[in-house]
């Protein structure tokens, strides 16, 4: 148990200094210290690997049978599925269709760059929280082993 934590405090690390690049990233944006073509280029690279390490920890919580861990991490799994997911066609034929919602588009961040930020924001006390919930479930872990 104190394995699955440990990994889980570790992922839940690199997820919250990735959130942290993100943040810093769009404020960079924001000031024009970085082009908006950059900017993708290095952000999109990062989104599946977190969606992916999100996915893969909630799924390790569901096969062992930490309920509360696992509950705790569904809306954020849901949010990343709901973003991979392509959306239903149009009803109008001449409606544009919008594709890969989960990665950035240069032509658009401008326009979405507070709600993007917002949402980084959003991961970011997440992974917080949870960093914290993980050390203190590892730790707990660790004293009821030695006992």
Known sequence: M???FLFALIVSAVLLFGMVFFII?????ESDYINPIDLCNKLNQFVMPEHILHAVLWALFLITGNW???LLNTPLVAWHAYKQVPPLPPARSDAPIANNRHMYDATEIFRTVNSQKREAFFKLIFYLISFFYYLYRMIE???STSK
């Open 2 to 4: 104190q394995l699955l």
């Open 25 to 29: 990233m769009f404020s960079d944006l």
């Open 68 to 70: 509360t861990a696992m």
């Open 141 to 143: 872990a660790l004293i």
